[in-house]
């Protein structure tokens, strides 16, 4: 299996105690966002690699969310307007994220992966004019503000430990993000009737924040050619910079739960199903919008992973959703893709 330390053996179940998936939910939307950020653990993509030495990884993103939901169902533009609690009534959101991950390995017990994205993302809503009661003549692009940014987000250094089995299949991780991306008012409306006034705080490239991230992993060998997984890992502010003027806003706690199988007959290729479970807790503070921002989503997540040559691979992934609970009204992805490739050397 090339470079991938699989381990091979009988039978035998995940081991239960691993928490939560190592994701990255940094895309939130103006009235905010439970379910915006890419849950894929790429981790398992890619194979969890035992080998010393280094790894570049560059991965791709795609996430729409144009639908409007509540709670476990759809909602409509007449039951966010006409709620007395709501801001603005949002349109649509297209995150778009570009990650280089590079990754050190001194030996088989150790790594350290330095994670930097870059967001490209572009936001509609219907702001200003749409008032309660509901007149569905309000929805025109005369009412219609957009935003456009594309800036660094947050970065991240994670560090794991898979040493505490002689096999190397079960790991722990500890990991910080930095406040690297613009956060504030940095990111304002464009065009429309808000042209010129701040995004939400949640819509910017960074949180502000500086995260404490912990996390744990483990696969085995289940038969001949299919190994399972299990990892996750959770993420909470510890620090903000409440130095800055408008900055009083802490994102809410991330959380979750990855598991799956791969395919492993063929070295050249592994076909792949994930289920991503993610919670997020509500945003707090002055700016943020803390009755749209919390939810628990779940997505499957078919894909391939390619060996193109020893060290070389790609891999892409399509997540469907299959369940959300989201408090407030939020905008949810039908879809997300993920493609990126790997090279050790």
Not at 43 to 69: E, H, K, P, T
Not at 94 to 102: E, K
Request: net charge negative; proline share 6%; with cysteine.
């Amino acid at each position: 299996m090339n470079e991938v330390s699989w381990v091979s053996g009988p039978f035998r179940i995940i081991l239960p105690a691993a928490i939560g998936v190592l994701m990255s939910l940094a895309s939130h939307e103006a009235s905010a966002c439970a379910s915006c950020g890419c849950t894929l653990s790429s981790d398992a993509a890619m194979g969890y690699s035992a080998s010393a030495g280094w790894r570049v990884n560059f991965q791709y993103d795609y996430i729409d969310q144009s639908q409007l939901r509540s709670g476990t169902g759809t909602a409509s533009p007449a039951q966010v307007v006409n709620n007395p609690s709501t801001g603005e009534l949002e349109n649509q959101t297209i995150n778009r994220y570009l990650t280089m991950g590079l990754s050190y390995s001194p030996n088989a017990d150790w790594n350290v992966n330095l994670l930097i994205p870059y967001v490209i993302r572009r936001h509609t809503s219907y702001t200003d004019t749409t008032s309660a009661p509901f007149d569905a003549s309000q929805l025109n692009s005369a009412n219609l503000s957009g935003s456009s940014s594309s800036s660094l987000g947050d970065v991240k250094v994670i560090g794991s430990y898979q040493g505490f089995l002689p096999t190397h299949n079960l790991g722990l991780q500890l990991g910080v993000k930095l406040p690297t991306g613009s956060d504030g008012s940095t990111v304002n409306f464009s065009t429309g009737p808000s042209a010129g006034t701040p995004l939400d705080t949640s819509l910017q490239p960074g949180t502000g924040s500086t995260d404490l991230i912990v996390g744990a992993y483990y696969y085995q060998a289940i038969s001949q050619d299919w190994d399972a997984f299990v990892n996750g890992s959770f993420q909470g502010a510890v620090m903000q910079r409440l130095n800055q003027p408008g900055n009083d806003y802490r994102p809410g706690n991330l959380a979750g739960l990855s598991f799956g199988l791969r395919y492993e007959a063929s070295p050249k290729w592994v076909p792949q199903l994930q289920v991503n479970l993610s919670h997020k807790g509500a945003d707090q503070g002055a700016l943020a919008d803390t009755l749209d921002t919390a939810g628990t989503v779940a997505y499957l997540s078919p894909g391939i992973t390619v060996s193109v040559s020893k060290n070389l691979q790609l891999y892409g992934f399509v997540q469907l959703p299959v369940y959300s609970k989201l408090d407030g009204y939020q905008l949810f992805p039908r879809w997300t893709a993920t493609m990126g490739v790997s090279h050790a050397f």
